[in-house]
């Protein structure tokens, strides 16, 4: 056992669970603030500058409070629920790769915990098992609402993550690879979401209804459910469970970030600059490669992409649950579907005419094409329900 | 003894373990939690024997998909507690059958053609990738007819399905 490798592995572990607790105790604070703005409100601004402290005074309330057990609650599995909740949201970011090597202390680190063969398929796999612990919760706490929320989100999330997976795919065919890391770097020249936008949209608005937020947030729904699946869960058991969510909500967008939007990669446009990430700066006679722009860059595009989740909250009413369930099933997998064959078509016909504007104009302009048609489409059958019914 | 042998035997366990409390416990949702658990130590059975892949779809699909669904039935049929057994005399028959399998299973593994150690410990590291794009290729190319007589049976149920839940209209 090479006890060196052990030491970086077990402080690149603690990095990433200390970026993404501190990370979830900002979103909070983010999300606050964001919405307030969007609602033309201030949001928490009293604790600390620009109300910096508040997460910690949060924090502080929900260690203080009591915990409530209801009677007739399943203990055990009342106990695991916010575990196993949380537990996913963790471990998702082992293959997220945030940096390149770095040569420090005499070794090269890479800036990443694990660039596996198999990392979309691990993506895939934990997000998956993710649904388990608010299914259990809802059963566990012994409630009518919990349960209810339990069961739409078991049903969601198996719904949605079918559309979530086919645009993994087409990721997977852009990059030529299910590392991670590969994926990152064939996004140099142009990100994927430029060559299949359709694909990044349908990947967003299913990674929303996999995280459980709104328009998508069924299982929680105030009005219909109190809050659903977390319904009886108080203090730091419910702590945990706003924990997974922001968390899920950060783990999303770094997932986001690195198949469609490039990574760490620098900006497309940034690509021969000194900002990019394979730059050589040259300060004080010394020479080093700019290697701390890549988690910067990251930083950034999750930073962008949790406003963007932030905006859709404040924008969008809650789904109808039948159409939750039509939408799923009748639009996003028939066009996540058409996605992966548009791909794969175009990639073919890249590779067998040797024109790289089969890729670069011929599969984005088709897939906005088929993208609108679903538009029309959905627009028309809303349209005549609502004639229908009048 | 082995490092490999040590995370083997510590799994075997684990597997047996919850296979048995599958059986045995009386609450339909223990039951699939204790299957969750089984199918993720065979997935990382899978992992010990150098197939990632394999490890990783077992998870995806199995534990994520098919057994939420499990659960989301039990949840809704409100089915949880599962009566005593009555009537155990029509089960001889399976469990004997099931006896014979598991008896035959020992055997193998325990023959002198196949020791216990070569199970944790595969010959020749494995290129992931490499394994991956070889399966591709053989399911598309060599197996492609079984392949898609499979996916047009899977087409078949899910079109039966659909037409069983839908709703008869009234008046028609």
């Known amino acids: 056992m090479d006890w060196a490798l052990a030491l970086e592995w077990l402080v690149k572990s603690l990095v990433i669970i200390f970026a993404l607790l501190g990370g979830f105790a900002y979103t909070t604070w983010y999300e606050r603030r964001a919405l307030a703005r969007l609602q033309v409100r201030v ?58 090597t770095v040569t420090m202390f005499g070794r090269e680190i890479n800036l990443y915990l694990a660039d596996v063969n198999v990392g979309i398929i691990y993506l895939m796999s934990v997000t998956s098992i993710a649904v388990y612990g608010i299914v259990l919760a809802g059963w566990a706490s012994n409630s009518k609402y919990a349960m209810l929320g339990g069961l739409r989100s078991a049903a969601q999330m198996v719904s949605y993550e079918l559309s979530l997976g086919l645009t993994f795919v087409a990721a997977i065919l852009l990059g030529n690879s299910m590392s991670l890391v590969d994926i990152v770097e064939a996004q140099t020249t142009y990100w994927f979401a430029l060559i299949q936008p359709l694909g990044a949209l349908i990947f967003l608005t299913a990674t929303l209804a996999e ?23 108080s203090g730091m058991k419910f702590a945990l469970f706003f924990m997974a969510e922001y968390q899920k909500m950060i783990v999303v967008s770094m997932m986001a970030a690195t198949l469609f939007f490039g990574g760490y990669r620098e900006f497309w446009f940034l690509r021969d600059t000194l900002l990019s990430v394979d730059a050589t700066w040259l300060i004080s006679g010394h020479q080093f490669t700019a290697w701390f722009l890549a988690p910067l860059y990251l930083f950034i595009k999750v930073v962008g992409l949790l406003f963007l989740m932030i905006w859709v909250r404040a924008t969008w009413p809650r789904f109808r649950y039948d159409r ?67 | 003894m082995t490092i490999d042998l040590f995370l083997f035997l510590v799994l075997a366990l684990v597997s047996i373990g919850t296979a048995l409390g599958m059986l045995l416990s009386r609450n339909a949702v223990y039951s699939a939690l204790f299957l969750v658990l089984n199918l993720g130590a065979v997935a990382i059975f899978f992992l010990l024997l150098g197939a990632p892949f ?27 507690e599962i009566p005593g057994m009555q009537n155990w005399k029509k089960f001889i028959i399976p469990a004997v059958l099931a006896g014979a399998l598991i008896l035959e299973s020992i055997y193998l593994l325990t023959s002198a053609s196949r020791p216990l150690g070569l199970i944790a410990n595969p010959s020749e590291s494995v290129n992931t990738a490499q394994a991956m794009r070889d399966l591709g290729e053989l399911l598309f190319d060599q197996y492609l007819l079984p392949f898609e007589v499979t996916s047009i049976l899977l087409l078949v149920a899910m079109v039966g399905a659909i037409v069983l839940s839908k709703p008869e209209k009234a008046g028609k």
């Open chain 1, 43 to 100: 949001g928490p601004n009293r604790a600390g500058p620009f109300g910096l402290l508040q997460p910690i005074a949060d924090a502080l309330k929900l260690i203080f409070k009591e915990e409530l057990t209801p009677p007739g609650a399943f203990k055990l599995v009342f106990f695991l629920a916010p575990i196993m909740t949380l537990v996913p949201s963790i471990i998702i970011a082992a293959v997220i790769p945030w940096g390149r």
């Open chain 1, 211 to 233: 995280v459980n937020r709104a328009p998508f947030d069924m299982p929680e729904a105030e009005q219909e459910l109190t809050a659903g699946f977390h319904t009886e869960y």
């Open chain 1, 324 to 390: 939750l369930m039509a939408f799923g099933w009748k639009v996003m997998l028939p066009l996540s579907l058409a996605v992966v064959f548009i791909t794969a078509t175009g990639i073919l016909l890249e590779i067998t005419t040797g024109q790289v504007m089969w890729l670069t104009v011929g599969v984005p302009a088709v897939s906005i094409f088929v993208g609108l048609i679903a538009v029309v489409f959905v627009y028309r059958s809303l349209w005549r329900k609502y004639y229908e019914t009048v």
């Open chain 2, 54 to 80: 394999i490890a990783m779809a077992q998870i995806t699909v199995y534990a994520g998909a098919i057994m939420v669904l499990f659960l989301f039935v039990i949840m809704l049929l409100g089915t949880e």
